[in-house]
């Protein structure tokens, strides 16, 4: 019997109607669009402006994507895991609630949180369960409402993120194809250096906490950038060396879209050519959890079965980690 390995089979995407250029803002905190797109290669990002929806409408739209392309069922459906920091809720998992509205009336599901490097997480953990021969089909999506723990007039942090999700099918494969190994990590020391400071166990919520901000996103830009340039390339480079793979082996990069440097600087580090450097941070920004599924949507009709493509990732916490995987399909 051949080993079963857990592939890729589907991808779906949503990203909200509303773009915030950074000429809109411009008009909001002191910046221009020159400074903001030579230092993080931003030009816009969208926005879920409605004030009712969370983070679960975008996921949901993102996996109805995914099973009306792919023609599946959702009732065969086994475990929903959903990536993310922004939850509809600190308690009930969103999971939950999407994989009924979606229809996936047989299968549980969950929240993970790694910050930005939660999807990638999660493509382990969804290919951990399927090469158990437990499960046959896991929906991995990636989402986040980054607008609804960003404060606007911060301009460290409000020129980088937007809303955004993506989701993908993991299935058996006995081909060979599909998540072939990873090199996933995490450090501590960045527990500082990136975060949302209120609103867990350590300072619960409370007139004081909102009103000095504690409950948007805070980053030592230049911290992060060190750490994210230096740990991401050498994962990467690593598991390149590990599977014995030479720049002529590697199809794609498929990094995490938070900065076009960092993305550049792991690139260089595996010794590739631009035209294999998957980019859409451009139109998105930083989507935190939905960056490498959006980028898979986006570039789908690119991939031709038997592709090599690398992940790379980086969030806080410090999390990061790189996994290396087999393209499944052709489109």
Known sequence: MNKITAAITAVGAYVPTDIL????????????DE???????IKERRILKDPTLGTSFMAIKAAQDL????NINPEEIDLVILATISPDMPVAATAVYVATEIGATNAFGYDLQAACSGFLYGMSTASAYIESGRYKKVLLIGADKMSSII???????????GDGAGA??????TEGLGLQDEILRSDGIGRHSLKIEAGGSLMPPSEETVGSKRHYVQQDGKTVFKYAVSNMADVSEQIMKKNNLTNDD????????ANKRIVGATASRMNLGEEKVLMNIERYGNTTSATLPLLLSDFEKKFKKGDNLIFATFG????W?????KWAYNS
């Open 21 to 32: 250029s950074n000429k809109d803002l411009e008009k909001m905190v002191d910046t221009n």
């Open 35 to 41: 400074w903001i797109f030579s230092r993080t290669g």
């Open 67 to 70: 099973i009306t392309k792919a």
């Open 151 to 161: 404060d606007y007039t911060d301009r460290t942090t409000c020129i980088i993120f």
């Open 168 to 173: 993908v099918l993991f299935e058996p494969n």
């Open 250 to 257: 590697v199809h794609w990069l498929i990094a995490h879209q």
């Open 316 to 319: 806080g916490g410090f999390t």
């Open 321 to 325: 980690g790189s996994i290396y995987l």
